[in-house]
């Protein structure tokens, strides 16, 4: 099977995005509010923990 047939043309790859775009949406309108409601306080409890946190670096070296 050659490689050329594996590949998708910019045209397919955009019409598969849209559709795969609308199938998510359509998924997420079928959720209820309760659920909805339970996913943005944990998205914001998320957001609020990540506010509070002190991220620090230490570049990675080989010798130890």
Do not use: C, G, V, W
Request: aromatic share 10%; proline share 3%; hydrophobic share 35%.
């Amino acid at each position: 099977m050659p490689i050329e047939k594996n590949i998708l043309n910019e045209d397919d790859q955009n019409a598969y995005f849209e559709k795969a775009e609308l199938n998510h949406l359509k998924a997420a309108l079928e959720r209820s509010f309760k659920d909805r409601f339970l996913m943005t306080t944990r998205l914001y409890k998320i957001q609020q923990t990540l506010l509070k946190a002190k991220i620090t670096h230490q570049p990675y070296t080989l010798e130890k």
